[in-house]
């Protein structure tokens, strides 16, 4: 039947091929981002917080306040870092502005993930105040892209033009 009905043969393969195309793109994302764990130690102990106003508003992240009130007074948590809204940042001081995703975080953002810095220092407790210097964690790969130099966050080689994501 499907040999004399050639229009319609056509029609089924090509029904079938799109569905098996989305089902297999829609796995795919699913199995990214839900089944497989996240790149941390101990991924199962990880727990995002969230804030809700008294409206019933939720917010993606928590507040100043409500972060030190947990830090303060928290004991079931190991640690408690967060990190605010994606902002990008454009790099100028070397041969082209490089434009980077970046986010503010904590100081006990990194102990929250079990994850150490490989060079420097993790964020302290005096980085995380008004008025404090500017402190930054680069990831290796950008920090390869800015040529492994171990002095690339020094004030007088670069300049950090901040505004944030329309995302």
């Known amino acids: 039947m499907l040999l004399k009905n050639r229009g319609f043969s056509a029609a089924a393969i090509v029904t079938l091929a799109l569905g ?14 839900v ?3 996240l790149p941390y130690p101990d991924p199962d102990r990880l727990v995002s917080v969230l804030e809700q106003s008294s409206k019933g508003q939720t917010y993606g992240t928590i507040s ?4 030190d009130a947990l830090v303060g007074g928290a004991r079931s948590f190991e640690a408690l870092g967060v990190a605010d809204t994606e902002f990008i940042d454009t790099l100028i001081g070397g041969d082209q502005p490089i434009r980077v995703y970046a986010c503010a975080a904590s100081h006990h953002f990194l102990r929250a993930l ?18 404090a210097e500017r402190a930054a964690l680069l990831m290796h790969s950008f920090w390869r892209t800015l040529g492994s130099d171990r ?14 994501s329309a995302g």
Request: aromatic share 10%; glycine share 10%; charged share 25%.
């Open 20 to 33: 098996i195309g989305v089902n297999a793109s829609i796995f795919s994302i699913a199995d990214g981002m």
């Open 35 to 37: 089944f497989r764990p």
């Open 64 to 67: 100043r306040a409500t972060y």
């Open 114 to 131: 079990s994850v150490e810095p490989t060079l420097g220092h993790a964020f302290g407790a005096d980085d995380y105040h008004r008025g």
């Open 151 to 164: 002095n690339v966050t020094r004030p007088d080689r670069v300049h950090v033009s901040r505004h944030r």
